[in-house]
């Protein structure tokens, strides 16, 4: 298994720009997350997916959207990019009930 | 709202255990206590997890108070590679929320 993937691991983008964060997972997880991490601060969730065709928004969703077409797959996409995205993303999964996240090894994007 | 209150930075000396302190005084009944780690700047690494009972595995020991306030981790011999920012959470919704954690520093 390869577990979590993210693509790509380093990005940068100009102010106004929009691009796609992949996250991909092959252990049939039904629960996919998305966190940020500014430097030196602990994550903040920004979207979540209880399974193929179902969101909804975490604590800090502004400026960002997801999509859950397969079980497997969870983009996160940014549209008009400012320089308050920047900042590593991390993606997760989980198979559902109480068991642990397994985190992908992250997206750093800076704009400038 | 911070539902884990944890000390900032912690020093362990290499071969020792480390114990790590979380409060959670408003813990509710149905929410678990789960610990992470973040390895300078990789994704957060699973760690333990548990609800009443003190639970053991491969990596570390966890430690629920009775009243369920409180708990803590224990790594039983440290070693250099387990130098990480160390998360504790409480949750029951599959929403975890990360706080500032503490830095557990291992020294030769």
């Known amino acids: 298994n390869a577990g979590v993937t993210q693509t790509p691991k380093f990005r940068i983008l100009k102010i106004g720009q929009s691009m796609t964060l992949q996250c991909t997972q092959d252990m049939n997880h039904n629960y996919m997350y998305w966190y940020r991490q500014d430097p030196g601060m602990g994550l903040k969730l920004i979207y979540y997916?209880?399974?193929?065709?179902?969101?909804d928004k975490g604590e800090v969703p502004n400026g960002y959207n997801v999509s859950r077409s397969t079980t497997e797959d969870f983009p996160l996409r940014l549209e008009l990019a400012a320089p308050s995205q920047t900042s590593v993303y991390f993606c997760?999964?989980?198979?559902?009930?109480?068991?642990?996240?397994?985190f992908g090894s992250g997206t750093r994007l800076t704009v400038v | 709202d911070a539902k884990t209150t944890q000390p900032t930075s912690m020093d362990c000396a290499e071969g020792r255990a480390a114990n790590l302190p979380c409060n959670h005084s408003?813990?509710?009944?149905?929410?678990?206590v789960y610990w992470y780690r973040q390895i300078h700047s990789q994704g957060p690494q699973y760690i333990i997890h548990g609800l009443k009972n003190n639970e053991t595995n491969e990596m570390a020991s966890l430690i629920i108070t009775e009243d369920r306030k409180s708990s803590t981790l224990i790594l039983p011999h440290a070693t250099l590679r387990d130098t990480a920012v160390y998360y504790c959470?409480?949750?029951?919704?599959?929403?975890?929320?990360f706080g500032a954690g503490t830095r557990l520093t291992v020294k030769p």
């Open positions: 408003t813990i509710s009944g149905n929410e678990y």
């Open positions: 959470i409480v949750d029951n919704n599959n929403d975890m929320r």
């Open positions: 997760a999964s989980q198979i559902g009930g109480f068991y642990g996240y397994t």
């Open positions: 997916s209880v399974g193929a065709g179902i969101t």
